[in-house]
């Protein structure tokens, strides 16, 4: 093995070898290299692990029975490989909030599993394009399956375990957002008691790392992210970051400024330039195992570059608040309150908070809380979802059937058939993991998503939906939890900044090189785009709606994504061809 990769288990049949990341923690090898565990990883008190603190007898449990008591022990950003020699079977495990992607396939008898498809690829793989993979993409980009782009390679998901056998391979799940009833109606005050002490602690635990860049955008969520990381760290040891288009709407400066003098940080102010931003440059970077939405960070490496003094720290955010506390004005919630058996009056209450929230009248969503409430027929994640790529060969129908027999297979599934905002709070913990996808940021630093720290949310699954936007106020827990501690204009906030401009100017600038590759592109060969429509929206104009807007970022990531891959294969099949 050349190039730096370092052995680590190799013995009956089992190679499992690492490419040393200079970002990275060390790998920690357990007792008798029964196993190695990859990444950062903490014990439920929040202390970071080290090889000496995991027990013998537990690793060697674990290789036999599997890693279900391994994720209730510990946490973190992680995937754990066990090596049951007794009985030959090989065991990973990948962090239930999704971080340490790892894939999986058979080649020439032998089955493998890899973090990069370019490592699978370049040994003379022969992967398919999977289709029906790609017209999902182009349905719906953040979709979250076990599906990759490639026919007979597939993604071990959040809380799974995967395991090697004799005979075969299978995955089943160790950990799945199982959602108690730990805090109700009247729980308002120790249930935000319950958010602030937890999401601090995670801010103690990933405060253990000797420097941090942390991306505040003056919002709640990375505002409350940073408080918990600066409870526990010392001056200088965190550095943030403001990200900002030039255009008034994205400027939050005022907000990330007040919050780094309220805890004393130092602030970058990097400001994202449209005329900056070159989708060509996706066509030199390595493809991942699917298209995905994150590749666009590298069309503009100027951010990466802005925070290039702090490469190898790990960058941290507030990014999951928005899945984990509930910002939705969706009246689903009145139905969870009436399964849930609550007061007449107290339905009533929320409903007219609702109401409030959503700008809408109260009887606008009784109908929808009668349905999935009292009736209790069960909610459909696709029935209203249109596909995002306008001009894909693809119908809505269609589009709708692939994401719903999708969602059915998940490991998942009968979480989602919880009451029907819990249901749809469970497709939003599925969605976490996309914030683990290969971008310009994660090239250079370890993603740490404190909100979304996996014994935050557990408390969160506990805490009834109705619960988190009390009073008709978005996010009211996550406000209740933070406000003696975050400036009262950032607790006071609603609103968001807003990319809409910006992104319209990026894509006039990479108009022609957008038309030049999808008119007659890879996704037209496959029969997965409209040429005649392609043309005519490019005739017309680019920016037509904001539908169109939405579909052409999907389209160009899907389409790039396949001439990188082509161009890999290519790669590989040279150098196969070339005699011993």
Request: aromatic letters at 8%.
């Amino acid at each position: 093995m050349s190039l730096g990769w370092r052995h680590l288990i190799d013995q009956r049949g089992v190679l499992l070898a690492v490419l040393p990341n200079p970002t990275d923690v060390d790998a920690i090898v357990l007792a008798d290299d029964i196993g190695v565990v990859i990444g950062h990883i903490f014990d439920r008190s929040g202390r970071r692990c080290e090889a000496r603190d995991f027990d013998r007898k537990e690793a060697y449990a674990a290789a036999e029975v599997g890693g279900g008591a391994w994720t209730k022990k510990y946490w973190g950003a992680y995937a754990v490989f066990f090596h049951d020699r007794r009985h030959d079977v090989m065991r990973i495990v990948r962090d239930p909030m999704g971080s340490r992607p790892v894939f999986y396939a058979t080649h020439e008898g032998v089955a493998a599993a890899f973090t990069h498809v370019c490592d699978y690829l370049t040994i003379g793989a022969r992967c398919e394009i999977d289709t029906r993979a790609l017209q999902i993409f182009l349905a719906h980009a953040r979709h979250v399956s076990s599906r990759t782009g490639f026919l007979g390679v597939s993604e071990l998901l959040a809380g799974n375990e995967l395991r090697f056998w004799r005979d075969g391979v299978d995955t089943e799940a160790v950990w799945s957002p199982r959602q108690s009833r730990a805090y109700g109606r009247g729980d308002f005050k120790p249930a935000a008691k319950a958010v602030h002490d937890a999401v601090c602690e995670a801010g103690r635990a990933w405060s253990s790392a000797p420097r941090i860049l942390h991306r505040l955008s003056g919002g709640l969520d990375s505002s409350a992210a940073l408080y918990a990381l600066m409870r526990h760290k010392s001056e200088g040891a965190i550095v943030a970051i403001n990200q900002r288009a030039p255009f008034a709407e994205s400027d939050e400066r005022r907000y990330a400024r007040e919050v780094a003098r309220c805890f004393g940080v130092e602030l970058i102010e990097y400001e994202a330039r449209p005329d900056d931003a070159s989708y060509e440059r996706l066509l030199a970077v390595e493809p991942e195992a699917r298209p995905t939405l994150s590749s666009l960070s590298f069309a503009d490496p100027a951010f990466a570059r802005a925070a290039g003094a702090l490469v190898g720290s790990i960058v941290s955010s507030g990014q999951g608040g928005d899945q984990i506390f509930h910002r939705s004005n969706d009246p689903l919630i009145i139905a969870d309150a009436l399964r849930d058996g609550v007061s007449s009056d107290d339905v009533f209450q929320i409903a007219a908070d609702n109401a409030r929230h959503s700008r809408r009248s109260v009887w606008s969503g009784a109908a929808l809380a009668l349905r999935h409430g009292l009736l209790r027929q069960p909610v459909d994640a696709y029935a209203t979802r249109a596909a995002e790529t306008p001009w894909a060969s693809i119908s809505d129908r269609v589009a709708r059937t692939l994401l719903r027999e999708s969602a059915q297979r998940h490991p998942w599934r009968d979480c989602m058939r919880e009451t029907p905002a819990r249901a749809v709070r469970v497709r939003k913990v599925i969605d976490l993991q996309y914030y683990h996808q290969p971008s310009s940021l994660t090239l250079c630093f370890q993603p740490a998503l404190v909100l979304a720290s996996q014994p935050v949310v557990e408390l969160c699954l506990s805490i009834a939906p109705y619960l988190m936007v009390e009073g008709g106020i978005d996010r009211a827990l996550e406000r209740a939890a933070f406000a003696a501690h975050l400036p009262t204009s950032v607790v006071a906030r609603r609103g968001k900044g807003d990319s809409t401009r910006y992104v319209a100017k990026v894509l006039e600038r990479n108009f022609s090189f957008m038309r030049d590759m999808l008119v007659d592109g890879e996704l037209v060969a496959l029969g997965l785009l409209d040429r005649t429509e392609i043309v005519r929206v490019f005739e017309q104009s680019i920016n037509v709606s904001q539908v169109t807007k939405v579909g052409a970022m999907n389209t160009i990531v899907a389409e790039l994504w396949l001439r990188r891959v082509r161009s890999v294969q290519a790669g590989a099949a040279r150098l196969t061809e070339v005699p011993l």
